[in-house]
């Protein structure tokens, strides 16, 4: 699939109805999503016929740009039950197979790396302080592979350093840089959108012995 049509499909995704300020659901635009997952399959292999976890996958862009790329399964793992439903009609609607769960991804239990990829756009812990290392640190146990995540670009030696030392990554590199416009969401944003730098991760987990 060319990345213009990806970047269509997802365009065309519903989106959050009633974003919850505290679970920081914002989506990720198409633009960088179909990005995202385009250089995930065509710089590293890491997409078709890979089994996939998008954590946190909100009304599942990630996950669903991963089964149009022809990943082998799919699982999309998120808190919120009215963001998964919204994210299992979206992959209904474009006949796409996938699989959704209901967890807290600081509760989950999988044992093992069971996952060849997991791909993510994390809380950026603006909430609750440390979310995205949280769900960083679980992706690096379940992953075998590699772990794709945006985070803030301010955060990017805190990210590098965390990841190394306390989250079982070998290697932890900055792809790019992207500008993430957060839509006006919430009442406290002032301007329409709120323009912000992030970096794109690609992140290798150590291998279990
Ligand atoms: C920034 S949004 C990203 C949404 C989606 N991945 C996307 O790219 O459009 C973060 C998502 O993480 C979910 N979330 C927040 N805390 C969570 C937790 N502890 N466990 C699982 N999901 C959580 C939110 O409900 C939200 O859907």
Redesign the pocket.
Known sequence: MKLKQLEGLLGSLE??YNP?IE??????GSHI?SRMLYTAENSFGDVTNKVVA??????????IAAALLGAQHVV?????AE?LEIASENADELELDMEFVQ?????LRWEGQIIDTVV?????GTR?KG?DM??LCVALKVASEAVYS?HKTTTREHVRRTALRDCHASSAEVLCELRYDVPHLYKFHKKKEVDIAVDLWRFVPKKNQ
């Open positions: 989106q959050f919850k679970l920081e659901q914002y989506p990720t999503a998008d954590f946190g996958c909100g009304c599942g862009t990630l996950g999309g793992l998120d808190i919120d963001s967890c807290d991804i600081r509760n993510m756009n994390p809380p950026f609750r979310a949280d769900f945006l």
